[in-house]
């Protein structure tokens, strides 16, 4: 700021600048660049009544070199009482727990009313840091107590919180161990009952188709005797083997029997094969009625056949 005899003529601003020897002067000097200096450590009172001493640092610039220049005599003493002034305003309205944890807040409120005040004068205030708090023996000790104790508290919160983890964890396991357990064997039932289903729907086609082969076969058989009888010498063929079957059921008769019915004229042929159909309807078996006895069998009356009484004979 250059003064002509003792009043403010002019600015001279960065460069070269000529001033009269004895009729002009340089009153002041103001740097443009962003300067810092530190606040000096002050005792406030927090909003729970504990005594604090903070002390930080002010970052400011000049803007304006003539407000700064005449606008206020000594403006790094101004804005050192006046950050000292906000500071102890903005802890009163924190407790001692938020004056740890919302610092950056209490930086900010700081600096906005440095700013706020210091515009009049041509000088911006850009930040407010501080740089430590500190409180007495017995605040200290009584944090720390309270730091100690918050973080067993967590320790234990945490342990219970794991062992809570872990049985919940083991619960889901064994839930979903008999959750598969029960799946897997009901999965075993429903494939034996298929298996078990299958295979008797197979074995039942297979008897179906056995027994339609034989059905067919025995019709085939039954239609080629038809034909066989029906053809010359059928007749006979039919007789000889009425006979020879006739003869065998005797045979197993005598075996079995203590009375054995023959017929009395073998080489009557009609004779043998009435004989021989009706022993073959009666299935080689006597009739116990009319004085038979269980006990004994073959002691009765000779089963009745094709033929006269005198037909037959008997003998033990």
């Known amino acids: 700021m250059i003064e002509r005899f003792g009043r403010y003529n002019r600015t001279a601003h960065a460069g070269l600048a000529l001033c009269i020897p004895l009729v002009e ?18 005792t406030a009172i927090t909003k729970d009544n504990v005594h604090v001493q903070l002390d930080g640092a002010v970052y400011t610039k000049v803007e304006d070199a003539y407000k700064a220049s005449y606008g206020i005599d000594d403006p790094t003493t101004a804005i050192n009482v006046l950050a000292q002034s906000a500071m102890r305003k903005e802890v009163g309205n924190l407790e001692l727990d938020q004056l740890f944890l919302e610092r950056e807040k209490l930086n900010a409120g700081i ?18 840091e501080i740089a430590d708090i500190h409180v007495d023996r017995g605040t200290r000790e009584a944090m720390e107590k309270q730091s100690n104790a918050e973080r067993l508290r967590r320790a234990e919160v945490l342990e219970s919180e794991g062992y809570r983890q872990r049985l919940i964890n083991q619960s889901e396991g064994d839930r979903q161990s008999a959750i598969n357990s029960a799946q897997g064997e009901a999965e075993a039932i429903r494939l034996k009952a298929t298996a078990q289903a299958e295979s008797i729907r197979l074995i039942a086609e297979a008897e179906a188709v056995s027994t339609r082969i034989h059905a067919e076969a025995t019709a085939a058989g039954l239609v080629a005797v038809s034909g066989a009888l029906e053809g010359p010498g059928g007749r006979d063929a039919m007789v ?20 054995v019915v023959v017929p009395d004229k073998p080489n009557d042929i009609n004779g043998v094969l009435a004989t021989a159909m009706a022993v073959g309807q009666m299935g080689g078996q006597l009739d116990l009625s009319a004085g038979g006895r269980p006990d004994r069998p073959g002691v009765g009356k ?11 004979a008997t003998s033990r």
């Open 25 to 42: 002067s340089i009153a002041y000097r103001r740097s443009l660049k962003e300067t810092t200096f530190a606040i000096k450590p002050q």
């Open 240 to 259: 000889q083997r009425l006979a020879e079957k006739y003869v065998g059921e005797l045979a197993e008769m005598a075996k079995h029997a203590n009375l």
């Open 111 to 128: 600096a906005l009313a440095l700013d706020e005040a210091a515009k009049p004068w041509g000088i911006r205030v850009f930040r407010y």
């Open 302 to 312: 000779p089963p009745t056949a094709a033929g006269t009484p005198s037909d037959w």
